[in-house]
């Protein structure tokens, strides 16, 4: 059994730099890209795809609602069919980087507010879909275990692909404690990495309220804008491999 490690790069935007792209990329198999809408200047695109693509790395476009004031992590109530068009125009600038380096992407994951929005809400999931479908109806689209993103994508004949963080904490029913809330990001390594191998090889995480919530998946991430994320990926990366469990990204 091998699972995939992925984290959000290419956050930075002109003259603000975020996280440490290249060290995440000695480590991860998969990397999320930031497309212009919450972060990532055509430059920060272009230099990390290109930085994913020499290393073996996979690419996934990672995009989000139009708030580079909030980091995409704000719920905008946008629209279905502008969502779709954001989505798509998002895709459209990340391939063109792609191309210029000779490569491609190979996965979807929402950014933010996006992502935790269409874990429920029925018309901006089938948004994303639509957006996908159009683009290119091969690509996967990552998304929470038992989310409505996650069926749109499979009654449409994508494929969805689950995915788990070992670095945020979960309710009792297996959502992302949001962020404003205390101890919703987890920073202490040795509890990260204890996560990601129980979710690597138990299919289950502990919850806020201490229940152990079934939680199975293909894909964990570790956020590429948490203060040490290179060294707390690292530390992930060798605690699977001690555990037994390969690192390889779910797309070929």
Known sequence: MSIDLNADLGESFGAWSLGDDEALLDVVTSANVACG???GDPLTMRATVAAASARGVRIGAHPAYRDLVGFGRRFLDVAPAELTADVLYQLGALDAMCKAVGTRIAYVKPHGALYTTIAHHEAQAAAIVDAVRAFDP????????GSTVLAAAAAS????VAEAFADRAYTPAGALLPRREPGAVIHDPQAVVARAVRLATDA???AVDGSVVAVEAA???VHGDTPGAARLASAVAEGLRAAGVPLASFVS
Do not use: K, W, Y
């Open 138 to 145: 091969d690509l996967p689209i990552l998304g929470l275990p």
């Open 157 to 160: 004949g994508l494929r969805g």
């Open 37 to 39: 809408f919450h972060a």
């Open 219 to 221: 894909s964990l991430c």
């Open 204 to 206: 289950t995480v502990i």
